[in-house]
């Protein structure tokens, strides 16, 4: 499978995916680290890629996205944005009511 295709999979299959460097339980940069301790709080459920371990998504998903670093948010298949735009909308309070939206039934 084409490695956008890929990208485009698993976007559509998660409700709320994190394009990051490491995993939620050990993020490998700060801005990684950062997005996931507040995500974490909104107690919703959230998928990830380690785009550390996937080199050909860490390539190529700058450009699908049109958003050129790490750390990306997407929810129901758009992109919300990295580090700076979500500690925005979590000192606003945004961010727990869009990731609660997003949340499967049953999740919370």
Known sequence: MDIIEVIKEQIEKNDILLYMKGTPQFPQCGFSAQVVDLLKP?????????ILENPEI????????EWPTFPQLWVKGELVGGCDIIVEMAQKGELTPLLESAAPEGSE
């Open 42 to 50: 909104a107690g919703v459920p959230f998928a990830f890629v380690n």
């Open 58 to 65: 860490r390539a190529s998903l700058p450009a699908y996205a």
